[in-house]
């Protein structure tokens, strides 16, 4: 198993351009979620979705999107990027139901830089 | 709103010596987990603590949960170079419910000395 697969893993983007993150997961989970992680602050949830066509926000959405048109993909898209969105991004699935421990499961991680 | 809380953010410690770091956080929660993080890489899980009293040791490292309390702790016994990292307790924001959805505290970042 792959588990989670992120990519780009190294992104530079100009002010303004968009993009998007790419996140599939080969577990058969059914949550996934977004999350940056910015120097010395931890992770914040950025956007999660329970199921295939159900999303919603976490913690920090302004400036992302996302889809979950099947249950392994979850793309992040920027749009208009800002160098506040300078980070590094994460990727993780669970399945988080009863008699299962719901600990996450990361992707390596997408560095990306906005200047 | 769920805060996490990590103490202390940075611990440089000898080898062969013990120390704890700690984890408090502010609502009812009996799901708390450990994450592992290297410099550059992703974040493995080390524990999933489920229940009040929980207690898990893996080699050197040992962490436990005080739901009544709101607080884990997480004990290295004779700490050695290959624990250098930065470690991370996260609580379940649903409170034990089946959300999934984790707040992290902003992390421990471990150096162990010779």
């Known amino acids: 198993n792959a588990g989670v697969t992120q990519t780009p893993k190294f992104r530079i983007l100009k002010i303004g351009q968009s993009m998007t993150l790419q996140c599939t997961q080969d577990?058969?989970?059914?949550?996934m979620y977004w999350y940056r992680q910015d120097p010395g602050m931890g992770l914040k949830l950025i956007y999660y979705?329970?199921?295939?066509?159900?999303?919603d926000k976490g913690e920090v959405p302004n400036g992302y999107n996302v889809s979950r048109s099947t249950t392994e993909d979850f793309p992040l898209r920027l749009e208009l990027a800002a160098p506040s969105q300078t980070s590094v991004y994460f990727c993780?699935?669970?399945?988080?139901?009863?008699?299962?421990?719901?600990?996450?499961?990361f992707g390596e991680g997408s560095r990306l830089t906005v200047l | 709103e769920l805060k996490v809380e990590q103490n202390p953010l940075f611990l440089s410690m000898q080898e062969g010596k013990n120390y704890t770091i700690y984890c408090n956080y502010s609502?009812?929660?009996?799901?708390l987990y450990w994450y592992r993080q290297d410099p550059g890489k992703s974040l493995e899980s080390l524990f999933v603590?489920?229940?009040?009293?929980a207690v898990k040791q893996e080699g050197r490292l040992m962490a436990s949960l005080d739901t009544k309390a709101r607080l884990s702790t997480l004990h290295i016994t004779a700490a050695v170079h290959d624990l250098s990292a930065t470690y991370f307790c996260?609580?379940?924001?649903?409170?034990?419910?089946?959300?999934?959805?984790?707040?992290f505290g902003k992390g421990t970042k471990l150096s162990v000395k010779p």
């Open positions: 979705s329970v199921g295939a066509g159900i999303t």
């Open positions: 993780a699935s669970s399945y988080p139901y009863s008699g299962n421990t719901g600990e996450l499961f």
């Open positions: 603590l489920l229940s009040n009293g």
């Open positions: 996260a609580v379940d924001h649903e409170g034990g419910g089946s959300q999934g959805n984790l707040i």
């Open positions: 609502t009812t929660s009996d799901r």
């Open positions: 577990m058969n989970h059914n949550y």
